[in-house]
Structure formats: structure tokens, C-alpha cells
């Protein structure tokens, strides 16, 4: 026996056993919460910033006075095409997006308990997007909150995503001599419109 065969089979026979996941009463949480109201406090209190609007186009309006300056922009959202200023067919590598001033992605719903938006790269061709872009901006609709991670898993059951995950505001570390630098692996800032 080689000796990568005997570490497998030492690693086969130490396996410890299935163990089904705990079954938890989600009616211990309930707080009698305002969820919309819930999300919006949580997602200020992690650095976000709150918007409200009516509609996709509403947004872009809104953006276009808030960003006057922002030269490199992109929106995933529906009719777009006026207000985007870069072609993503038209990138070979990620790095190109280096300068991104403005992204604008459609978040599927969104997590009362900590401000966390579920996206995935159904919303957005390149991956990178959301972490390489200056301002980020996701949009949900106002009915699509989940009180609280739990709920929000159990919308993803059953669901097949290539690649997806819960974003909550800007990228930020204070592990560096205590010190919060916002912005250091990512968006420097979020905003967050809630349509409807």
C-alpha cells in the first residue's frame, strides 16, 4: 500500500458520523419587527447608505444626480443602456474593470437582521464586479426581506447558483492598528435602493 493510500484509508476509517441538522423553532424570534424598517437601520448601522425610489428608471435618475463625475458606470438593471458608459462584451480580463466608478446590480432580496443582500451572477456576466467597482449600488424591492437568515436560507433551498452570496456593506477592516479603513478589499461605499 502507497503511502497516499494508507493516509485515504486512515481518513476513510476516522469518518465520524452523520448527524442530521438541528431543528430550530423559528417562532423563538419573533420580535414583532417592521422587517423594511429593520433593514434599512441595519444596513446604515454596517456603513450603507438607504435610497428610496419608484422604479429601475427612478434609480438611474437618481444615481446620475448623486454621481455627476463618474465617468466608468455599468447597471445590470433593465433599459440601461443610456446610462451605462462601458460595454462588458467588450472585456477580455477583469483588470480592465480596474477603474469602475459605478455599479448597479439587482439584489434578490435582502435580510432584516443584519442588512445582507442576496446577489448572484445571474444579475452580473463578470464576477469581479461587485468587489473591483468604487460605489456599489443594489437595488431591491421593497416586499423582498427576510427577517432573518434563517428565513433567508431557507429561500435558497433548492436553488442552483453557480455563484452567489449575502453582501452587507461597504469592504472594511479595522484588523490594522485597530484602525476601520473602509473600502481595503472592495467597494468603497454602498447604497442601497429600496423600490416600491
Known amino acids: 500500500m502507497s503511502s497516499r493510500d494508507h493516509i485515504l484509508s486512515k481518513i476513510k476509517a476516522s469518518k465520524p458520523n452523520y448527524q442530521d441538522l438541528l431543528e430550530i423553532d423559528l417562532s423563538v424570534f419573533n420580535e414583532d419587527l417592521d422587517f423594511l424598517e429593520e433593514f434599512k437601520?441595519?444596513?446604515e448601522i454596517v456603513g450603507g447608505k438607504i435610497?428610496?425610489?419608484?422604479?429601475n428608471s427612478d434609480v438611474l435618475k437618481q444615481l446620475n444626480d448623486l454621481y455627476p463625475n463618474a465617468k466608468s458606470k455599468y447597471s445590470a438593471l433593465p433599459d440601461s443602456n443610456g446610462f451605462n458608459t462601458i460595454d462588458l462584451n467588450k472585456i477580455e480580463k477583469p483588470q480592465e474593470l480596474e477603474d469602475l466608478d459605478l455599479l448597479v446590480l439587482k439584489g434578490e432580496f435582502g435580510v432584516a437582521e443584519n442588512g445582507a443582500i442576496w446577489i448572484t451572477d445571474d444579475n452580473f456576466p463578470?464576477?469581479?464586479l461587485p468587489f473591483i467597482t468604487k460605489h456599489l449600488v443594489l437595488v431591491i424591492d421593497k416586499v423582498e426581506i427576510a427577517p432573518?437568515?434563517?428565513q433567508a436560507y431557507e429561500r435558497l433551498?433548492?436553488?442552483d447558483y453557480n455563484f452567489g452570496l449575502f453582501l452587507s456593506g461597504p469592504s472594511k477592516t479595522a484588523d490594522i492598528e485597530q484602525a476601520l479603513v473602509i473600502g481595503a478589499q472592495g467597494a468603497l461605499s454602498l447604497s442601497v435602493f429600496v423600490n416600491g
Open 157 to 159: 433551498k433548492g436553488e
Open 126 to 128: 463578470i464576477r469581479v
Open 51 to 55: 435610497l428610496t425610489s419608484n422604479s
Open 148 to 150: 432573518y437568515m434563517h
Open 41 to 43: 437601520r441595519k444596513v
